[in-house]
């Protein structure tokens, strides 16, 4: 099992910064991809980025130039640094992780990962 914990969310005003943070613990090694979905209310769960182990890099075109996510492997830990958000990038994101299996349903599809975090509430105020 893997378990995912997400930070760093809170209230931004549109055009500040924020980064979120995911770290991962427990079976590290069965982690091939690291990815943020976001759902905003009355929406279905969107992908938002991913990374490869090798460091390959996948975006949503409505987060590409605004959004980026990196990986430090020696940590554990996955981050999204969210620049010049919008109200429209208001929504809970939730860090997920992929197997080498999982990931051949596809990178950007929910069923691509296996393991969830919580989730964390961005805010992003007008």
């Known amino acids: 099992q893997v378990q995912l914990v997400e930070s760093g969310g809170g209230l931004v005003q549109a055009g500040a910064s924020l980064r979120l943070s995911c770290v991962a613990s427990?079976?590290?090694?069965?982690?091939?991809?690291m990815g943020w979905f976001r759902q905003a209310p009355e929406k279905e769960r969107e992908f938002v980025a991913a990374?490869?182990?090798?460091?390959?890099?996948y975006y949503a075109n409505s987060v590409k130039g605004r959004f980026t996510i990196s990986r430090d492997n020696a940590k554990n830990t996955v981050y999204l640094q969210i620049d010049s958000p919008r109200p429209g990038d208001t929504a809970v994101y939730y860090c997920?992780?992929?197997?080498?299996?999982?990931?051949?349903?596809?990178?950007?599809?929910?069923?691509?990962?296996?393991?969830w975090g919580q989730g964390t509430q961005v805010t992003v105020s007008s």
């Open positions: 997920a992780a992929g197997s080498t299996s999982s990931q051949r349903l596809g990178i950007q599809e929910r069923v691509g990962y296996i393991y």
């Open positions: 990374t490869r182990s090798g460091g390959t890099k």
């Open positions: 427990g079976r590290i090694l069965d982690i091939y991809t």
